[in-house]
């Protein structure tokens, strides 16, 4: 199984151009569109507790939304980073060595504060 | 340069096992924290117009600000998939299968119609 | 025409509790609630540009898609305040008051920067 | 204490219009705007349990922050719905309204099930 994100990336922007949909995707669109992606995950859970959540996730046709609404908020962040021509996967590399010296583990184990407040 | 989105979703996990965090990553949790980083990115770019967006991206610290949201937006929904034990690449590319279906070139061409209305 | 904030959120606390709905709407859900909405309110205007949807205000059917999103978003958010026990109006006339200081029209006048940058 | 939302709105308009913000203001750039804001009160909760969200709003402090990231969200969706010339409780009580025949307490008591659904 190929799990490179810059695989997809070029898959997605093919996709989209064989489909001439580069002028809708300007990076503001596609924040738009991301939001939307958001809003359907967030309406998956909005009503469950984590134990139902937990639940949903084991049985096939509600696990199957989860996964599909998972899959559209990754496919429009892929091809917004694509247009903004930012190496996604770098960057997020590049965030968690950034929140290695903003955590440090002797002062964030088992606390949800924010960095600037511990 | 790895792209692996396994590789950085270990990385998340291990982050997060050594502060203890799995206690605060649920789910809903995480599609909160999702929301959050959602949010500030849609703040980036909120006044712009999308030359302006463009222009951004070639300056140095806004483009970095950007990188940044992107990345956390990347890093909730990369840990959230992971507490979930859904391949999340696997996911979407199984979801660009089935848009190939639902959008066929020759009808979707150049228009930004969803698929229930073409 | 009575637009009286706590009106409706008497009405809408009354439509909950005769469904027995109180149970489903803790602060955290109505919260989930509210990004489903304005997921719903952002698909509707991701493809067009800022002509396309002064034109689709003028469209009955169109129109009438984007009251009934920003209509959603009230009524959630009306009903989170509720269960906060939050007075919505006067909290936003309060925070108005703070950002005629923070942005004093000399320096605010036709520039979209953060108080905290100007 | 006044609630009526046409009065904040106008109070809103007239504020907008000293600092001649109304070029930035299209429906577009408030939707953006309310996402930024949504993620605010996202991020209040985002690793809260419901009983400590309950503490929070008895704390002057976190109930402060949370009362003002309503705020925020009730500002730019008055503002949306005036620069989109709709009336916004006008169209909740419209919804209301539908709700109440798309709900039938006898079908809805109790379940969380969406009307297409019951």
Redesign the interface.
Known sequence: ????????AA??RD?AD????G??H????L?????????????E????T?DE?VAA?TKAES?SR???E??????Y??R??DQ?????????????NR??ER?P?SK???V?TKYTDI
Request: charged share 30%; hydrophobic share 55%; glycine share 4%.
């Open positions: 199984m190929d799990h490179d994100l810059e695989h997809l898959r997605v996709f064989r489909r001439d949909w002028q809708f300007s990076p503001r669109n924040v738009l569109a991301l939001v939307g992606e958001v809003g359907e995950l967030a309406a859970v909005q009503w469950l984590d959540v996730l696990r989860i996964e599909d998972l899959a559209d908020v990754l496919i962040l892929t917004l980073a903004c021509d930012i190496d996604l996967v770098a960057a997020a590399h590049a965030k968690v929140n290695e955590y583990e964030a184990k088992g949800a």
